[in-house]
């Protein structure tokens, strides 16, 4: 894949997030002794440029933010796929740069008379 297919493939995923979704139940005990079992409440944590960030996400939007998570792990190979791409022409532009200073270097120098 090119540099432009990766570019126009990232540009057809929209909304994505990095992160993950936990899922959490409270148990609280009654006055009568029962174990009552409330929620689940629904919290987004990530970690952006070392900060760790955590929110709380309603219910009724859980199920939006787990389909953007998962856009964000396609963004995530997409941007890997344009580093690596990157990275290759650059170690192409490097042996062709490095090939040519050692055809340089190794060349015979002509015989002065």
């Known amino acids: 894949m090119e540099q432009a297919d990766v570019l126009a ?3 057809k995923i929209g909304a994505a997030r990095r992160g ?3 899922e ?6 009654g006055k009568d002794g029962k ?5 689940p409440y629904y919290v987004l944590s ?12 309603p219910r009724d939007k859980a199920a939006s933010v787990r389909e953007e998570l998962e856009r ?3 963004v995530a190979v997409l ?12 170690e192409k532009k490097t042996f062709l740069t490095t090939q040519r200073t050692q055809l ?7 015989q002065h008379k």
């Open 24 to 29: 959490q139940w409270y148990e609280n005990t």
């Open 46 to 57: 990530r970690c952006i440029g070392g900060e760790k960030s955590f929110v709380r996400v």
């Open 9 to 11: 493939e990232l540009g």
């Open 104 to 110: 340089g270097r190794n060349c015979a120098k002509p």
């Open 35 to 39: 174990v009552r079992r409330t929620g």
């Open 20 to 22: 993950q979704l936990s």
């Open 72 to 74: 964000g792990k396609d």
């Open 79 to 90: 941007i890997d796929k344009f580093w690596t791409n990157a990275e290759a022409l650059a």
